[in-house]
């Protein structure tokens, strides 16, 4: 137990500020168990209207600093995916009919003659009678000259 004042008062701040912040997160968990049970039992309109709510709740819940903006952000992106599936499942499915096919006179292909391909041009090229390609000349550098000596020939 503290025995200074200002720690006694911070004990009764932190249970009292744990009792808010762990009835924020229930309604949290109660707003989404709401959707996923209307989401069960097909009432798929009133699931759209608890999601906006469900939102809400989480969005106050983070502002409050009780979720992380990444997590209330996962929460929200699940529980919308979960609405998304349920609407396109149970959307209606309208069967139309297949159009009649109408086949249309099939016209004579007219053949092309094959497009030659270019290919790239290598570096060394080799000589008519199958002799190897002559070795590509290699460049030296030339060595930096030294900050002394270019002083000297600058004055």
Do not use: W, Y
Request: proline share 6%; glycine share 0%.
């Amino acid at each position: 137990m503290p025995n200074i004042k200002s720690a006694k008062k911070r004990v009764l701040v932190n249970a009292k500020k744990t009792e808010q912040n762990k009835a924020i997160r229930s309604a949290v968990r109660t707003e989404i168990k709401r959707v996923d049970l209307l989401i069960k039992e097909n009432k798929l309109e009133e699931a759209k209207a608890a999601l906006s709510n469900a939102f809400s709740v989480i969005d106050s819940a983070c502002s409050k600093n009780i979720f992380h903006a990444n997590n209330a952000s996962n929460k929200k992106a699940k529980l919308a995916k979960k609405v998304a599936v349920a609407l396109k499942n149970a959307a209606p499915v309208v069967e139309e009919a297949p159009a009649p096919v109408v086949e249309a006179p099939v016209e004579p292909a007219v053949e092309e003659a094959p497009v030659k391909k270019t290919t790239r041009k290598t570096t060394a090229k080799k000589a008519e009678d199958g002799e190897a390609a002559p070795a590509k000349k290699t460049t030296t550098r030339k060595p930096r000259a030294k900050k002394a000596e270019a002083t000297e020939s600058a004055e």
